[in-house]
């Protein structure tokens, strides 16, 4: 047929049937030269990154390395705020927006505590996750605390550390004498020489007390700028506490038995090599529960070593688990493969990434309970106490104490957690006649920076209980407004973060911005108090007031304000910000009855 149609074409354009042919083959031999060319600067390209993510490895190894004998200790850790410490789409826009107010004068003072190895790499300053070494994505990852080999104290996270591969040493508060013993032993066969024959390990574990200690978690969790602002203080906070007057550690709350609390720890093995476990010790737990939470894909977090190799993040960015794929409820309906992405066109390749999901929803369950725990550890209901109930109206106090001796509650990044009571008094047939700690349409707390309030839609919330600290800056004019981020925009100069040229000795802090902080000491209490008026009541008594302590990992309106940089994985601000409504907490509720008369007194 093609033979047919070359002849045809030759005797139409007047050229010889053989020249014709060469023609064609010269063509067909320049075209499938191109080719090769191509496939192998394709498999040059692939080769460069395959060596340049191995040199990679070989500085600063990944976690899932470690896995290979750590298991327990990787599955904590995939889940905990130190995993997602990068991953958050919410710290990532608002990095990327404070560089952008301060014009990038904050230069990696944020990002630096996020991902260390990311910095140490030479990445961007702002980018997307999906683009950095698989390395830097994971945050806080094992050699960011176990191969560091000094007590470097409050330096906001810049830390160095130390580059090696697998073989290398790493550092730890046992030192070497277990691992001793198993480099020792034909049971475990192990091999801590590169090259040679046996399961790959590092050769020693480099004694570091330090790491047990509270001035290590301080390396981090106390944040001082370089002009000065402390923005977080929950080591300095633990410092002065009772907890650390009693030798209580930071370790001791939050890698011991109960989250939050001391308690003692797990004696476990910490290690299982070729299916062998070493000896038990005192096992800390590294998930750290807290009052962070993903509001990203459950596909590529928690990090999963079986999700990693079976799909890429953007393809599984692409996996509707929200729409069922994957279940037999929705496989049933025999769906058209034509209507998924290629990479999810065969339904066995669905069912697959749904059971693989289903083990990261069992494991962001876990997180969840353990979340709740450590915040209710914190934060306690205490006393209400009714001042009137009569046909004059209501007034009520409620009590919210600190359950901690250890910090404040809220502590570390206070001006961004939220943490309220959320109080409904109605009537006998279930009316509401009185409500506090209700959100905006947005999601938003009814305070001054709802949007719906800014717009005069909504009333501000004049009995709002928030312990959620404010950034406050210094205006043109020397007066001072709230801020949502701890930049001041209003009328000022281009910002641009310089070091003090002045000693800040006697207020502590810059001189333009400054927090106003709203937590409870440790062991501490504040009082909510609350009136409802008489004019307000239905006089369908008796009535109940409900009260719920609710905690948040950050208000709505944060998200509204970092947004212009746009948010990781494609994802909008309405879905970050549903994220993180999904995440809010109800610690604890009570209720509380008023039997008052059916009367108003201003009725006589």
């Not at 993903?294 to 953007?314: C, K, M």
């Not at 502590?411 to 700690?437: I, M, P, Q």
Request: proline share 5%; aromatic share 8%; with cysteine.
């Amino acid at each position: 047929m093609a033979f047919t149609s070359l002849i045809v074409l030759s005797r139409r354009i007047g050229i010889p049937l053989v020249l014709l042919l060469i023609g064609v083959l010269c063509f067909a031999y320049i075209d499938m030269a191109l080719s090769q060319e191509e496939s192998s600067e394709t498999l040059e390209e692939s080769a460069e990154a395959a060596h340049e993510k191995l040199f990679l490895e070989n500085r600063y190894p990944s976690a899932s390395t470690c896995q290979t004998c750590h298991a327990d200790h990787y599955r904590e850790w995939s889940v905990s705020p130190h995993a997602y410490a990068q991953m958050s789409p919410v710290f990532n826009a608002m990095h990327g927006t404070i560089l952008k107010l301060t014009n990038g004068t904050n230069g990696d003072f944020c990002i630096r505590c996020h991902t260390q190895v990311g910095m140490n790499l030479g990445e961007p300053l702002f980018m997307s996750n999906i683009d950095r070494h698989p390395t830097s994505r994971e945050g806080i990852t094992c050699v960011v605390c176990h191969r560091v080999d000094q007590a470097y104290g409050k330096e906001s996270g810049r830390l160095k550390i130390v580059e090696g591969d697998l073989f290398d040493p790493v550092y730890g508060p046992k030192g070497n004498e277990e691992l001793k013993r198993v480099l020792g032993s034909d049971e475990y066969q192990v091999n801590p020489e590169r090259g040679e024959v046996g399961r790959a390990i590092h050769g020693e574990v480099k004694l570091f007390p330090s790491l047990s200690e509270p001035g290590f978690c301080g390396s981090c969790h106390d944040v001082n700028l370089l002009n000065g602002f402390r923005l977080e203080e929950a080591f300095s906070e633990y410092k002065t506490s009772p907890a650390a007057r009693q030798g209580i550690t930071c370790q001791d709350c939050h890698m011991g038995r109960k989250p939050g609390k001391s308690s003692g720890y797990v004696h476990a093995s910490a290690a299982r090599v070729g299916g062998v476990e070493t000896r038990s010790r005192k096992r800390t737990n590294h998930m750290f529960p807290g009052p962070d939470h993903s509001v990203i894909h459950p596909g590529i977090f928690p990090h999963n070593i079986d999700a990693a190799e079976f799909a890429t993040i953007r393809e599984w960015l692409a996996f509707d688990h929200q729409a069922g794929w994957g279940t037999d409820e929705f496989e049933d309906q025999d769906p058209d493969d034509d209507a998924f992405p290629d990479r999810w066109s065969s339904t066995d390749d669905r069912y697959d990434a749904r059971e693989i999901l289903d083990d990261q929803f069992a494991l962001l369950d876990e997180y969840g309970l353990q979340r709740k725990k450590v915040l209710q550890e914190g934060f306690r209901l205490g006393k209400i106490v009714t001042d009137q109930a009569d046909g004059d109206g209501l007034r009520f106090r409620v009590q919210v104490k600190s359950g901690t001796d250890g910090h404040g509650v809220p502590t570390g990044f206070d001006a961004e957690r939220l943490v309220y009571l959320r109080v409904t008094v109605s009537d006998r047939d279930g009316t509401s006649v009185f409500k506090s700690g209700d959100a905006d349409p947005n999601g938003d707390l009814r305070d001054i920076h709802s949007v719906y309030v800014h717009n005069g839609e909504l009333p501000l919330d004049r009995y709002l209980f928030n312990l959620q600290s404010k950034f406050i800056t210094r205006n043109l004019r020397g007066s001072e407004s709230e801020q949502v981020l701890s930049v001041n925009t209003s009328f000022d100069p281009l910002p641009f973060l310089r070091p003090l040229t002045q000693s800040n000795v006697l207020i502590g802090r810059p001189v333009n911005v400054r927090k106003h902080r709203m937590m409870i000491e440790p062991n501490g209490s504040r009082w909510a108090t609350y009136e409802v008026e008489g004019l307000a009541l239905t006089l369908r008594g008796p009535y109940k007031a409900h009260i719920e302590l609710i905690v948040g990992m950050v208000p709505v309106n944060l998200i509204n304000e970092i947004k212009d940089v746009g948010f990781d994985y494609g994802m909008s601000p309405r879905k970050v910000a549903d994220g993180v409504l999904a995440g809010h907490v109800v610690l604890w509720e009570r209720d509380i009855a008023f039997d008052v008369h059916d009367v108003h007194k201003n009725q006589y």
